[in-house]
């Protein structure tokens, strides 16, 4: 099965700075989904960005961008002009095009500090 | 459009009682999933049903949860009896269905569940 791997439990940027999330995964297979996923406190979870495999544009979405290495097996998000909005569990997510499930990692806590 | 909702918000239980979740998918989502986070672990997956039918339930923990979806609509899930290790958040998510994979997955606030 595929693993997922965030190996920052918390992190912190002060509002208007940079924040970079790192993930990391298993595979092997040649083409997948990855995502991330944001939940704010006591609210639902909802996209932030989805980078498709094959693209090798990294995809951004706003002040959300990803800095996708395939061969490295890492996808990091990053969040520029971070507001106060912005606090909340990160969650990256792989998904294989033959299958169904969703695979996440164990999140990212992200503090913005005003 | 109605995001997916789930019920109760909180749940808190004894051990060895009865406890049922309910998830209200998008409308029109043939896909729905059932995930469960433990505090401080990865979102683990549980189920999945394409309309009516479990497409895969490999996640799914031993016999004390059973996942249901009549009609292809909403789904309940209940672990009977509760033990503690139960304790969690259960997530529902629902999706269209694609033929390339990157429809990404709709959640709803999911429900805090509390065995004592």
């Known amino acids: 099965a595929q693993t997922v791997t965030q190996s920052q439990p918390e992190m912190s940027v002060q509002e208007a700075e940079t924040v970079t999330l790192s993930c990391t995964y298993d595979?092997?297979?040649?083409?997948?989904?990855l995502f991330w996923y944001k939940q704010p406190p006591s609210r639902q979870m909802i996209l932030v960005i989805r980078q498709e495999a094959y693209k090798q544009q990294n995809a951004t979405e706003n002040r959300f961008s990803v800095n996708f290495q395939k061969a490295a097996k890492s996808f990091s998000l990053k969040i520029s002009d971070s507001q106060l909005g912005d606090a909340a569990m990160y969650f990256c997510?792989?998904?294989?095009?033959?299958?169904?499930?969703?695979?996440f990692g164990t999140g990212t806590s992200l503090t913005v500090i005003p | 459009e109605a995001g997916v909702t789930q019920f109760p918000s909180h749940s808190v239980i004894e051990k060895g009682q009865t406890v049922t979740l309910r998830c209200d998918p998008i409308s029109g989502h043939d896909n729905l999933y059932w995930y469960r986070r433990v505090m401080g672990k990865e979102i683990k997956f549980l189920l999945h049903f394409v309309k009516e039918s479990k497409q895969d339930e490999s996640g799914m923990p031993n016999n004390r949860f059973l996942a249901e979806r009549t009609g292809g609509t909403y789904s309940t899930l209940k672990v009977q009896p509760a033990e503690l290790e139960d304790s969690g958040v259960y997530f529902c998510?629902?999706?269209?269905?694609?033929?390339?994979?990157?429809?990404?997955?709709?959640f709803g606030n999911g429900t805090r569940l509390t065995v004592t």
């Open positions: 997510a792989y998904r294989s095009p033959t299958g169904n499930q969703f695979y």
């Open positions: 998510a629902s999706s269209q269905v694609s033929a390339t994979g990157n429809s990404p997955l709709h």
């Open positions: 595979t092997s297979e040649s083409d997948y989904y």
